[in-house]
């Protein structure tokens, strides 16, 4: 699939998932495409963890909830590490993890929809206050110095899904200044 064909196909998919197993090989090249991103001053703060082993991500699928994609048969758990990128001229440390994994995160769901598959970014329980990522970062042997902020199933979708609708091009941008609406 090309690269613009992806980017239009992608969606986050919250269906059943196909019982069949996601070969290693396209696990890692979902894996590589996420390391081949940007970082702020290549500081590289994410690390990544393929999940295929089927008891282990049973065990981290009943940590999910609400349960996302219980069906499906592999993960991959995105890490993060704080890493000071610099100090600005005030003193101020700047840190670009979160930048880092978002654009870590998006490569792999292109990758993963190139791919024939479907994935959603799920974040919001992993991180808030019930704290899912620790429960699941303690099952990966993850150390204390590493978040597990974001898993993203990757699998055949079953279901037909509706894509949400994105507000026109021409209200969110523009050529040569910002416009206001009429
Ligand atoms: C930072 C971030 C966190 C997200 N967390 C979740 C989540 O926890 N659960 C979920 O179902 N979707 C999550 N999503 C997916 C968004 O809900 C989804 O991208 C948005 O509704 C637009 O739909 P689309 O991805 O199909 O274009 C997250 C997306 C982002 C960028």
Known sequence: MELREAINARFSYRGSYAQQPVPRAHLREIMEAGLAAPSGCNKQT????????????????SVMKPATCPTVTAMICVLTKRRIAYTDGNGVERCFAVQDYAAAIENMLLTITSLGYA????????????????????????????????????GVPLDAQKRVWKREFEKRAWFNGFQTEA
């Open 46 to 61: 994410v690390s990544l963890i393929g999940v295929d082993d089927a008891e282990l991500l049973q065990k981290l699928l």
């Open 119 to 154: 994935s959603c970014w799920i974040e919001g329980h992993i991180t808030d206050a019930d704290e899912q990522g620790k429960q699941m970062a303690q099952m990966l042997g993850v150390p204390e110095e590493y978040d597990l902020i974001c898993v993203l199933p990757v």
